[in-house]
Nanobody, 124 residues
Framework: QLQLVESGGGLVQAGGSLRLSCAAS????????MGWFRQAPGKEREFIAG????????YYSDSVKGRFTISRTVPSNTVYLQMNSLKPEDTAVYYC?????????????????WGQGTQVTVSS
């Protein structure tokens, strides 16, 4: 089992920045690809960023590309999401997830472990 705990959410004004962290514990010897998702009220959970086990390959949704950066440290298995130029439409609960394997999927049901989520609110 792998446990994931997110931190770093909060309230920020539009144009501001936040850095989310996701700490993994338990059976962390991998390989695990990691991803960040978000879910706004009344909407489905959506993929926003993924990173491969080695950290060499990264994926972003069009909605965050150029503004958000995903990174990870190995072997501590901490994953970060640097969010810049935040917009009110970025308001959501943000989830960290882990998928067994090397490449990061972009689909919710291909991830095996999930954190509890952290709220990000961007005011206009």
């Amino acid at each position: 089992q792998l446990q994931l705990v997110e931190s770093g959410g909060g309230l920020v004004q539009a144009g501001g920045s936040l850095r989310l962290s996701c700490a993994a514990s338990g059976r962390t010897f991998g390989p695990y690809a990691m991803g960040w998702f978000r879910q706004a009220p009344g909407k489905e959970r959506e993929f926003i960023a993924g990173i491969s086990w080695s950290g060499s390959t990264k994926y972003y949704s069009d909605s965050v590309k150029g503004r958000f950066t995903i990174s990870r440290t190995v072997p501590s298995n901490t994953v970060y999401l640097q969010m810049n130029s935040l917009k009110p439409e970025d308001t959501a609960v943000y989830y960290c997830a882990a998928a067994r394997g090397i490449a990061a999927p972009t689909v919710v049901n291909e991830y095996d472990y999930w954190g509890q989520g952290t709220q990000v609110t961007v005011s206009s």
